[in-house]
């Protein structure tokens, strides 16, 4: 009797454990779905004037691409205190005149700066995504607006610089 236990147990683990296995392996066949190309190319071209906006100090790259209602925090590394100051809040009006100055004097960016764009999600009207420049990363919500994409929530952070 403890046999067939032991047996039934046994068989009842493994079929548990490869079912399991095969979960897995779907949900990863799920991540890897494909994209509407013109939809993806959107999300990337709304990011992208996004950080050519700051570089090449072009605020119409930022209303072009930002939505009005746009929601924007962040965490900005202070490094006389080695300390984040967090929640600094954004509107779009100051993104708009902080893009006419940022890099005026060429002196934050250059033809060199990175502008690394990770995009996680695209939907049909909602779209996720990671930028990763100069000053630090900016993770996006980006939303379908009138047929355009529109970035409407960016969660930022700066890296800390080595002493």
Not at 73 to 95: C, S, V
Not at 121 to 146: E, M, R, Y
Request: proline residues 2%.
């Amino acid at each position: 009797m403890k046999n067939q236990n032991y047996f039934f147990l046994t068989t009842l683990f493994s079929i548990l454990l490869f079912s399991s296995c095969t979960t897995q392996k779907e949900e990863k066949e799920i991540i890897k779905k494909e994209y509407n190309q013109e939809d993806f190319k959107g999300v990337e071209n709304a990011i992208l004037n996004y950080v050519e906006a700051l570089y090449l100090v072009d605020s119409t790259k930022i209303i072009k691409s930002v939505d009005p209602k746009l929601r924007k925090i962040g965490f900005w590394y202070h490094p006389k205190e080695k300390a984040y100051r967090d929640n600094l809040e954004m509107t779009h009006e100051q993104l708009v005149r902080l893009a006419a100055r940022w890099n005026s004097d060429s002196d934050q960016a250059d033809e060199n700066s990175p502008k690394k764009i990770e995009i996680f999600d695209v939907n049909s009207k909602t779209a996720s995504a990671k930028l990763t420049a100069v000053w630090g990363i900016d993770l996006f919500h980006l939303a379908k607006v009138d047929n355009q994409w529109k970035i409407v929530n960016v969660i930022w952070q700066s890296q800390p610089k080595a002493d």
